[in-house]
């Protein structure tokens, strides 16, 4: 099945990859907000311009697609946009990722290289499980959230919607990573962290918490 990428940054980049090692898909452009990479190439791929060409790619029978933003809520943000255009929305997983199939994932999934999604993991739409990170048995990952590179979440950890899981962060069992925090790289969580705080240190501690985003 043909795929556009919406998003030509890093991100896009790594996504084109994880979709040329999986098979399943045949990338056939990017879609980016950013006008003056229309037309350009991207790892041997055309932009094919801003988000106002997929009505015209869905007349090409375009059924397919996938948000390759790293940014949260602008990726669930696009998403939808994309839903409502009429596109289906595909996951991107690595053949080096481990996936138990007992896990349950939902659309527009990204699953990098040698990561790790145990037994009855769930994931909801527009998660991104970066390079390399574990995600334990029974754990909940709600829309949208990043669970970064080297990122290890112990068993039964609900991370909330939106929610940043720093660079090689390490969170113990059972925990409650709130909507929309941020736990800083290389933090040791062993406390419940709330919605929207900021979160650094070894044992990480609320540095901030801040208002909620509107996402449209």
Not at 53 to 75: E, S, T
Not at 179 to 198: E, K, L, N, S
């Amino acid at each position: 099945m043909d795929v556009v990428i919406i998003g030509a940054g890093g991100h896009g980049k790594v996504v084109l990859d994880i979709l040329r090692a999986q098979g399943v898909y045949k990338p056939i452009g990017f879609v980016d907000a950013d006008t003056a990479l229309a037309g350009t190439q991207v790892c041997g791929l055309t932009v094919i311009g801003p988000a106002n060409v997929l009505p015209k790619l869905r007349q090409q029978k375009i059924k397919a697609a996938v948000v390759a933003i790293g940014d949260n809520r602008p990726r669930v943000h696009y998403a939808r946009l994309v839903r409502e255009a009429g596109f289906e929305l595909v996951n991107a997983i690595h053949p080096s990722a481990s996936i138990s199939p007992t896990a349950v994932l939902g659309t527009n999934i990204v699953i990098a290289a040698q990561a790790v999604v145990a037994t009855e993991a769930r994931l909801h739409d527009s998660v991104l499980i970066n390079t390399g990170a574990i995600v334990d048995h029974e754990c909940v990952i709600d829309e949208g959230a990043h669970i970064c590179p080297g990122v290890c979440l112990a068993g039964r950890v609900h991370v909330g919607a939106c929610a940043f899981v720093g660079l090689g962060a390490n969170v113990i069992q059972c925990l409650s990573i709130g909507q929309g925090a941020a736990i800083g790289a290389g933090a040791a969580v062993i406390h419940d962290i709330p919605d929207y705080a900021t979160a650094v240190g070894v044992p990480a501690r609320v540095i901030k918490v801040t208002e909620p985003a509107f996402v449209a």
